[in-house]
C-alpha cells in the first residue's frame, strides 16, 4: 500500500493542487461557477479512484457530490464527509503569493483550503484510489463531499433527512480538525456549536452634524460598544441571563485529562505575538478554547472610515457577532437568549434590530468506541505514538445533525496543525500531513473492519 502511494506520490499532489486553484468561496456569489467547477472535479477524481456511482446533487445553495463502492453488503460501511468550500481569502494583500495559485515552500502547500478542507478531503479519495488499486479495501465506503460548510450547511439538513437510506452507514469519518503536533499525534472527541447573529444599532433619521447634534443626539456607534463591552463582566463571564443555565461542567478528572495534553502557554503567545493571553478566570487556555463557551464580535462597522475626517454622528451601527457552544447549549436557545437581552439593554434613544445568521450543535463522542478504537490504533500504527484525545474549539455543523438523523458517531481523525492558519491569509498544510493522511486512512478501514467482525 504505501508503494503505492510511494510510486503515485507526485500526481496525488499535482491533483490536490489542481483542486486548490479553483476559487470555490460559498459565501459569496461571485465565485458560484468555482463552485460548480470544483464539484464537477471533486466528481470525476471519486470516479476515477473507482467509485461504483458519483453524482451530483443540487440544493437550493450549493452542490452535494455524492459517490460510494459498496464492496460487500456483509461488511461494514464507512461514509466520508468532507467540504469544498472554502473561506474567502481576504484580506488578499497580506498573502506572499496568491491564494488560488499554489506553492510548495519548505515542504508545505500554501493556498486558501490547502487544509481546510481540500487537503484534508482529498486524502481519503488517494486513500480510497490507494486501496482499490491495492485490492485492500475493508469496508463499503460512501462519501459526501459538500459546499456550503463554511457558511453553515443550512441546506445540509434537508438533503440528509431526504437522503436518510443513500447515506445509511456504520460510521463516519472526517478529517477537517486538527493534531497537537506532527511528533503528537491527537483526535478530537468534541467540537463547539455556534449560533452566529448580526446585530444593527439605529438612532437619528439621518448621519448629523457632530457638532450641531453631538452630546444631545444618541450615538449609535457609542452605544453599541456599550452594549457590547456589557456582555462580559470583568472576570470573562458572559452576562446574558440564562446563558450558562445548560453548560455541561466537566469533572475534575475530565479536566485534568484536557489539561495533561502537551500546551506551551510561551510557546502560544510567542507564535501570536502577543504578551499575555486572555479569557474566563478560573479556566485555562486549554479550557477556554474548547470546553467553555465564548461570545465574540467578529466585525464591525458605522460611520465614516474614508480618508481624514468627517464630523458626523451616523445614524447607525452594526455588528456580527458569534457564540461558540458546548453541550449542552443549543444554538436556539442562545439565540432567542442573546436576542432577547439584546433588545433589553438598548437605551430608548435608540432601537436596536437582531437578525440570526446561521448556527450548529455542540458535539462530543466516547473514546471507548469501536470506530475510535480504530482512529487511535490506525494513528499509532501510522504516527508510532498512541494518538491523544482531545476536544476542539471549532465547529462543524453537520456532525450534530448525522448523529440526529443517522444515529451515529462521526471520528474526527484530522490532520491539520495550529500553524496551517485555516481561515488566515497564507494558510498552508504540510506536505507530511497530507501523505500521512493518505497513509493512516486505510488503516482506520482495516482496523474498523477487524474490530466490527470480533464484535
Ligand atoms: N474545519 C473547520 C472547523 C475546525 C477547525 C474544527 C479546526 C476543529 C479544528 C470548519 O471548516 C470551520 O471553519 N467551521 C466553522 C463553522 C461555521 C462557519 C458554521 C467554524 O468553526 O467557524
Ligand atoms: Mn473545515
Ligand atoms: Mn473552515
Same mark, same amino acid.
Given at each position: 500500500m504505501n508503494n503505492y502511494i510511494e510510486k503515485h506520490r507526485d500526481r496525488f499532489l499535482n491533483e490536490l493542487l489542481d483542486l486548490l486553484r479553483i476559487p470555490s468561496v460559498s459565501a459569496d456569489s461571485?465565485?458560484?461557477?468555482?463552485?460548480?467547477?470544483?464539484?464537477?472535479?471533486?466528481?470525476?477524481?471519486?470516479?476515477?479512484?473507482? @467509485? *461504483?456511482?458519483? +453524482?451530483?446533487?443540487?440544493? $437550493?445553495?450549493?452542490?452535494? /457530490?455524492?459517490?460510494?463502492?459498496?464492496?460487500?453488503?456483509?461488511?461494514?460501511?464507512?461514509?466520508?464527509?468532507?467540504?469544498?468550500?472554502?473561506?474567502? @481569502? *481576504?484580506?488578499? +494583500?497580506?498573502?506572499?503569493? $496568491?491564494?488560488?495559485?499554489? /506553492?510548495?515552500?519548505n515542504d508545505r502547500i500554501f493556498a486558501r483550503g490547502a487544509c481546510d478542507d481540500k487537503g484534508q478531503f482529498y486524502m481519503h479519495i488517494k486513500a480510497l484510489e490507494t486501496m482499490l488499486a491495492t485490492g485492500s479495501l475493508a469496508c463499503n465506503v460512501k462519501i459526501m463531499i459538500e459546499g456550503e460548510e463554511e457558511i453553515g450547511s443550512s441546506h445540509l439538513e434537508t438533503f440528509v433527512k431526504e437522503h436518510r437510506e443513500m447515506l445509511k452507514c456504520d460510521t463516519i469519518l472526517i478529517s477537517d480538525t486538527s493534531i497537537i503536533a506532527n511528533d503528537v499525534p491527537s483526535i478530537e472527541t468534541g467540537l463547539r456549536g455556534l449560533t452566529y447573529v448580526e446585530v444593527e444599532v439605529i438612532g437619528a433619521n439621518r448621519d448629523l452634524h457632530s457638532g450641531v447634534y453631538g452630546g444631545g443626539v444618541a450615538n449609535p456607534i457609542n452605544i453599541l460598544c456599550d452594549m457590547i463591552s456589557s456582555l462580559k463582566d470583568e472576570n470573562g463571564h458572559i452576562t446574558i441571563p440564562?446563558?450558562?443555565?445548560?453548560?455541561?461542567?466537566?469533572?475534575?478528572?475530565?479536566?485534568?485529562?484536557l489539561n495533561s495534553a502537551p500546551f506551551d502557554l510561551d510557546e502560544y503567545k510567542k507564535d501570536l505575538q502577543v504578551d499575555d493571553v486572555t479569557g474566563e478566570a478560573g479556566y485555562t487556555t486549554i479550557e477556554r478554547t474548547s470546553v467553555r463557551p465564548t461570545l465574540d464580535v467578529n466585525g464591525i462597522w458605522g460611520g465614516y472610515i474614508g480618508e481624514g475626517a468627517k464630523t458626523v454622528l451616523p445614524s447607525k451601527a452594526s455588528a456580527k457577532v458569534s457564540m461558540r457552544l458546548v453541550p449542552n447549549q443549543t444554538d436556539q436557545e442562545i439565540c432567542a437568549l442573546f436576542t432577547k437581552h439584546f433588545e433589553?439593554?438598548?437605551?430608548?434613544?435608540?432601537?436596536?434590530?437582531?437578525?440570526?445568521?446561521?448556527g450548529g450543535l455542540p458535539y462530543v463522542t466516547p473514546t471507548d468506541s469501536i470506530e475510535y478504537k480504530a482512529a487511535e490504533m490506525a494513528m499509532e500504527e501510522s504516527f508510532g505514538k498512541k494518538p491523544i484525545p482531545t476536544r476542539?474549539?471549532?465547529?462543524?455543523?453537520?456532525?450534530?445533525?448525522?448523529?440526529?438523523?443517522?444515529?451515529?458517531?462521526?471520528?474526527?481523525?484530522?490532520?491539520?496543525?495550529?500553524?496551517?492558519?485555516l481561515h488566515s491569509p497564507n494558510e498552508s498544510y504540510g506536505l507530511f500531513n497530507y501523505y500521512k493522511g493518505i497513509e493512516t486512512i486505510p488503516?482506520?478501514?482495516?482496523?474498523?473492519?477487524?474490530?466490527?467482525?470480533?464484535?
Open positions: 461571485k465565485f458560484k461557477p468555482d463552485m460548480l467547477r470544483a464539484a464537477e472535479y471533486v466528481k470525476d477524481r471519486i470516479k476515477e479512484a473507482g @467509485a *461504483d456511482r458519483v +453524482e451530483i446533487y443540487e440544493t $437550493p445553495g450549493h452542490p452535494v /457530490v455524492y459517490g460510494e463502492k459498496i464492496i460487500d453488503a456483509g461488511l461494514p460501511t464507512v461514509l466520508i464527509y468532507g467540504h469544498y468550500d472554502v473561506q474567502p @481569502a *481576504d484580506p488578499y +494583500e497580506l498573502w506572499n503569493s $496568491p491564494p488560488f495559485e499554489p /506553492v510548495i515552500k440564562g446563558f450558562y443555565d445548560n453548560v455541561q461542567d466537566l469533572t475534575t478528572e475530565e479536566r485534568n485529562a433589553s439593554i438598548a437605551p430608548a434613544s435608540v432601537k436596536v434590530k437582531v437578525t440570526p445568521h446561521h476542539g474549539g471549532g465547529s462543524i455543523p453537520i456532525v450534530a445533525l448525522f448523529e440526529q438523523e443517522l444515529g451515529r458517531k462521526s471520528i474526527l481523525m484530522g490532520f491539520g496543525l495550529d500553524i496551517d492558519a488503516l482506520f478501514f482495516k482496523h474498523y473492519a477487524e474490530l466490527k467482525s470480533k464484535k
